[in-house]
């Protein structure tokens, strides 16, 4: 598998003709190039609501959680704590709304623009406790990227 560099994210968001594309094309990006990556979806704060993420471009099965408030689930308590949280065992998180019985690890991280959330980054895993330091460093500087799409 080809590694993934922050410079193929900018090349991606520089070909774009619109945020979403952009965001559909890094979606495939982290999926084809990081390993364990099974679902790889956007999540962004609705204009009106300003606490409930609407769910974006994504890559993997169809997730029934389209619209996730503040605080709700692994996506919610990101967006509403502004920090990364990562999910080793998704089996022990009670926070936790399920996707998919497969998953088994998961990530969120948010996009943050002038110290606002945006929107965040959520990936899933049918691998336990997939996500380590390297890819979360990685991931979160892709969101830092992605930020500047707002
Ligand atoms: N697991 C997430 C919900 C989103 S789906 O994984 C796509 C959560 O607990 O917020």
């Given amino acids: 598998m080809k590694t993934l560099s922050l410079a193929d994210v900018r090349a991606e968001i520089a070909k774009a003709k619109s945020a979403d594309k952009a965001m559909s094309s890094i979606c495939l990006l982290i999926r084809d190039r990081v390993p364990h990556c099974d679902w790889v979806g956007f999540y962004l704060v609705d204009a009106d609501k300003k606490d409930e993420l609407v769910l974006g471009p994504f890559i993997g099965e169809p997730t029934e959680h389209v619209r996730i408030r503040f605080g709700r689930g692994v996506c919610g308590s ?54 380590g330091k390297k890819e979360r460093e990685l991931f979160e500087q892709i969101c830092r990227i992605v930020s500047t799409l707002f």
């Fill in 78 to 131: 990101a967006a509403e704590a502004k920090c990364t949280i990562v999910v080793d065992d998704v089996s022990r998180e009670s926070n936790y709304l399920s996707c998919s019985p497969k998953v088994r690890s998961e990530i969120v991280v948010p996009i943050i623009r002038d110290g606002e959330v945006k929107g965040e980054l959520d990936i899933d895993s049918h691998t336990p406790a997939a996500f």
